[in-house]
């Protein structure tokens, strides 16, 4: 029995076949549903759990090389939760593109992970290192 960190069987088998350069996607309660690639929804009520939350808890089990976002976050949200997104990407390069380019990119993902969130375009990809 697992005893601290990440539990949720479901996202532990996700994290599993991601391998070098592979992406993961983190999106919120509305982000489209993708049938090509495998969906895990974690989603409870509205913003239960957010994006963030889930970052933080696969972090330890996934090490971040590269994170895109959609340009239209920064239009959107306040410099607080702007701010909140930016201290989880210190040392990583954090890339935003329109919306539109950023939906491109998650067919190619591994997985989705569906969250609770609301907060406009708080929708991630993250790329193995």
């Known amino acids: 029995m697992i005893k601290t960190g990440l539990i949720n069987p479901a996202v532990l088998q996700l994290l599993a076949r991601i391998r070098h350069t592979n992406t993961l996607v983190i999106a919120d309660r509305g982000f489209p549903f993708w049938p090509q690639i495998e969906t895990v929804d974690i989603s409870l009520i509205d913003g239960v759990p957010t994006v963030l939350q889930v970052l933080d808890a696969i972090r330890s089990n996934f090490v971040i090389g590269h994170a895109y976002v959609a340009v239209e976050f920064k239009s959107h949200n306040t410099a607080a939760t702007q701010a909140a997104l930016a201290s989880r990407f210190k040392r ?30 708080a929708n991630l990809i993250i790329e193995s290192a």
């Open 92 to 121: 990583v390069p954090l890339g935003f593109e329109p919306h539109v380019e950023f939906k491109k990119r998650v067919p190619r993902a591994i997985g989705l992970i569906r969250t609770g969130d609301t907060i406009p375009y």
